[in-house]
């Protein structure tokens, strides 16, 4: 009975979720990660209320959207997408926030996984199944 129920709501997703709106939904999943993570280091270990407090908080939004996503676009796009984009944001975090600045092998790196991300978004032929 529950794999029907599950397999029904899937199928509801499909008719009233349209790709745009899966990719916002991953959007603010994205936001709500690099606000969980940006906040970790301020935690001081979650021995400060208030970070800790937001770092949980964002996490488990983020979790939350990451698996309505996950019912319309295939796992390895969608935590290609959302590791990515993490990444390079964090990275800039740290450069503005913490004055972290990367070495250029690391700017390599983050490049690549731009472009990796790019790649998997534009070259894959997801479609929503009616």
């Excluded at 529950?2 to 603010?28: C, G």
Aim: positive net charge; charged residues 10%.
């Amino acid at each position: 009975m529950n794999i029907f129920l599950e397999i029904y709501f899937v199928k509801i997703y499909k008719v009233f979720m349209s790709l745009t709106q899966v990719y916002i939904l991953l959007a603010i999943s994205i936001i709500l990660e690099i606000t969980a993570t940006g906040s970790l280091k301020a935690t001081e270990g979650f021995t400060r209320w208030m970070p800790s407090l937001i770092s949980v908080v964002a996490i488990s939004g983020c979790m939350f959207l990451m698996s309505h996503v996950m019912k319309i676009l295939p796992v390895g796009i969608t935590y290609a997408t959302w590791s990515g984009v993490g990444i390079v944001s964090l990275t800039l975090i740290g450069i503005i926030k913490y004055k972290q600045v990367p070495n250029l092998a690391t700017i390599f790196g983050l490049v690549l996984v731009i472009v990796g991300v790019v790649i998997i978004n534009v070259m894959n032929n997801t479609k929503i199944d009616n």
